[in-house]
Nanobody, 125 residues
Framework: QVQLEESGGGSVQTGGSLRLTCATSGYAYTARCMGWYRQAPGKEREGVAAIDTSDGSTYYADPVKGRFAISHDYAKNTVYLEMNNLKPEDTDRYYC??????????????????WGQGIQVTVSS
């Protein structure tokens, strides 16, 4: 059984930074790809960033490239999302997710198998 727990959200002003943390309990090979989605009420869910912890491959959505960075602490089995130069359009509820395939983050019609409860990020102008 794999459980994911997010922390680190909050409110910042435009241009500020936040770091999201996704702590994992349990292990499964089917959860080796870990990352983040975001969704606001009335909006489609968007895969933001993900990392394949088996080889370090990463994925970033175009709107966050150059501003967000995902990393994995193998010893803690924890994934981090460093978010810099935040913009109001980054305001969303962010969800940690895990799956066997990094490609899930590029396919809006499917979803990863494991999910966290989500955490709010608010960027004010």
């Amino acid at each position: 059984q794999v459980q994911l727990e997010e922390s680190g959200g909050g409110s910042v002003q435009t241009g500020g930074s936040l770091r999201l943390t996704c702590a994992t309990s349990g292990y499964a090979y089917t959860a080796r790809c870990m990352g983040w989605y975001r969704q606001a009420p009335g909006k489609e869910r968007e895969g933001v960033a993900a990392i394949d912890t088996s080889d370090g491959s990463t994925y970033y959505a175009d709107p966050v490239k150059g501003r967000f960075a995902i990393s994995h602490d193998y010893a803690k089995n924890t994934v981090y999302l460093e978010m810099n130069n935040l913009k109001p359009e980054d305001t969303d509820r962010y969800y940690c997710a895990a799956d066997a395939s990094l490609k899930k983050w590029t396919m809006p019609w499917v979803e990863p198998y494991y999910w966290g409860q989500g955490i709010q990020v608010t960027v004010s102008s």
